[in-house]
């Protein structure tokens, strides 16, 4: 079995093929946990797809960062309200474009704000499962 970490999740990297497989692309980033190496230095990946954990080495200056699926199942929480609502949870559109939001302000988005809301035609079942993708850390 394969111990692979993605780090870079995001809507850019999901690849759809024209016989509808889906594929990971930019393994860039990507570490393969073998032989308990789960640290590395620096973070990496695309800031507003990061969890709180990860916000807050930033936020700190942390040069090491130990490493987990939590933050890859934090991502695809993210991509999957991103498909089921079409904006971000924590982060508006003119935000994201213009890079505005600081590691700091999205820390207390995430973790001292309101919970994440979900439009009515968002299916229970689905709301639960974005929830639990996006536990917070803080």
Not at 68 to 95: K, Q, V
Request: proline share 5%.
């Amino acid at each position: 079995m394969k111990r692979i970490i993605h780090r870079d999740l995001k809507l850019e990297n999901i690849l759809i093929t024209y016989d509808n497989k889906i594929k990971l692309a930019d393994f860039g980033f990507a570490r393969n946990l073998i032989n308990g190496r789960d640290y590395t230095k620096g973070v990496a990946g695309t800031f507003r797809y990061m969890p709180p954990e990860l916000l807050v080495q930033i936020n700190t200056n942390s040069t090491h960062n130990k490493l987990n699926f939590a933050s890859d199942i934090w991502a695809i929480g993210i991509i999957c309200y991103e498909l089921a609502t079409l904006r971000h949870p924590f982060m508006t559109d003119d935000e994201i474009k213009m890079n505005l939001v600081k590691p700091g302000e999205q820390i207390r988005r995430i973790c001292i704000d309101e919970p994440v809301e979900f439009p009515a035609h968002v299916p229970e079942d689905m709301r639960e499962l974005i929830l639990r993708m996006l536990d917070k850390v803080c």
